[in-house]
């Protein structure tokens, strides 16, 4: 076990939350604009980026590759592209997050080529990277693997018209920046919908690109001879909203949390309705608060304006605590329950089942029903409520570790909490702000 595995936290459930919680900006936002504002010639400003080490590591690779990327106060970076002379990314980049392949639209418009690791990140299932390498090779872009890493090549870009086989919320960011300064049109079909995409177009035109959505999920990207920066602020984060809200529930708490922005959220309060969950929503942001006994409900992910796949794990910790059974079904990642087996430990009472498969589940699922191994799981069925009780936890990915953290506070007893680096990766400050909301979370190292 290394240093950092070493550091835990103690956590002692039992403790209602209450109070007032300032929602970060969004993670799947913030490193993207950081990465985007390298297509410009001249510096920006990011404006309310979240604590978290996705954006500390994205900031430290661009300085590694030239460029200037310096803190300006709390939650803002100054990031200068001019400088930048490697378009080489360190491979040990590719095993920490997915956003190395994010860097090869800007490196290159620079450069004309870039060598990225293949990424790593969540182990949520396969994330096939060909829905945006095809885009790529078709503006032209040529593409060879080597020794783990990605060799992207292109002298100029030329627009193309590309429709992308399934929703990429990844994918659709990748080809809207190598689009922008491409030589003429770009138009992108069955592109994603989700409001962080919509930030970095925010972004992006604001620094002079001419992006438009004419119908929904299509985008079209005229390209331009060059950027300027600009000063941009990073949407509120819909997950660590979520977060707290299911936080609150589970342990019965009343809560408010600032900035929360209903908009991007109406699939998850629709759900808090069946449920017979509390929640307000004032200019100020979201109140939610325990107001009687939560009743079972039926979840099926989808993409976006659809229930979040990154929701659902978080889900499944509140309907734990319903009065009732509950099934949740994943249709767009090919393997998100890895968690259950945790959750099984600390008394929840879990089934993985196997849905009905639907008459075209290449077309039903959004990710590659030929990639599915036998192993995968796409559905649970749960029994509440639960009285989760505490344990020792390591934390293998993002989304399983804040459950396991909401799962401790809403139970009883103590769980020590290993692997809090993943957590941290995703969410800024979360044991501080839920300690002031009440949480009873110890430091250990």
């Known amino acids: ?16 939350l209450k109070g007032s919680v300032r929602v970060s900006g969004a993670k799947n936002a913030s490193y993207k604009l ?35 990327a310096n803190p300006a106060g709390e939650g803002t970076q100054i990031i200068n592209p ?8 360190d491979e040990r980049y590719g095993k920490i997050s997915r956003a190395s392949t994010l860097f090869i639209a800007p490196l290159l418009a620079r450069f004309g080529e870039a060598i990225v690791p293949l990424p790593g990140g969540d182990k949520i299932g396969k994330r096939p990277l060909d829905r945006h ?16 890493n990605l060799l992207v090549q292109a002298d100029r870009l030329v627009g193309a018209h590309y429709k992308f086989p399934k929703n990429t919320h990844t994918g659709t960011e990748t080809l809207l920046m190598a689009a922008v300064l491409a030589t003429g049109k770009t138009v992108l079909e069955n592109a994603a919908e989700e409001p962080e995409v919509t930030d970095l177009i925010n972004f992006l ?24 920066g600009a000063t941009y602020k990073v949407m509120p984060d819909r997950n660590e909203v979520v977060s707290y809200a299911c936080a609150a529930l589970a342990s019965k ?11 991007d959220l109406t699939a998850f309060l629709e759900k808090l309705d069946e449920i017979k969950a509390g929640y ?35 889900w499944a910790v509140l309907m734990c605590h319903a009065v009732g059974k509950s099934q949740i079904h994943e249709t767009v990642m090919q393997s998100r329950f890895q968690y259950v087996e945790v959750l099984r430990q600390m008394g929840a009472k ?23 191994k036998e192993t995968d799981v796409h559905a649970i069925e749960i029994i509440g409520p639960t009285r989760f009780i505490g344990g020792e936890f390591t934390a293998h990915d993002l989304r399983a570790g804040a459950i396991i953290l909401i799962a401790a506070i809403s139970g009883v007893g103590q769980t020590r909490l290993y692997g809090i680096e993943e957590i941290k990766r995703g969410y800024s400050k979360i044991d501080e702000k839920l300690s002031l909301l009440g949480a009873k979370i110890q430091t250990i190292a």
């Open 1 to 16: 076990m290394n240093k950092q595995q070493k550091i835990s936290w103690l956590i002692t459930g039992g403790t209602p």
């Open 34 to 68: 950081m990465i985007a504002s390298l297509l410009a010639k001249t510096e920006s400003k990011i404006l309310n980026l979240p604590g978290i080490s996705d954006v500390e590591m994205v900031a430290e690779i661009i300085n590694k590759l030239g460029g200037k």
């Open 82 to 89: 001019s400088s930048l002379d490697s378009f080489a990314i």
């Open 133 to 148: 390498f095809i885009g790529l090779q078709k503006m032209g872009a040529t593409i060879t693997q080597e020794n783990g």
């Open 205 to 228: 035109n604001e620094m002079g690109a001419k992006i438009t959505r004419t119908r929904p999920r299509t985008i079209e990207i005229e390209g331009v001879k060059e950027l300027a």
């Open 253 to 263: 708490g009343d809560i408010i949390v600032e900035n929360a922005k209903a908009q």
């Open 280 to 314: 307000e929503v004032k200019e100020y942001g979201i109140r939610f608060y325990y107001k009687e006994p939560l009743q079972a409900t039926n979840v099926q992910t989808a993409i976006h304006p659809g229930f979040m796949t990154d929701w659902q794990p978080l």
């Open 350 to 372: 879990i089934d993985l089942i196997t849905p009905p498969i639907p008459p075209d589940p290449e077309q039903f699922y959004n990710f590659n029903w030929a990639d599915r």
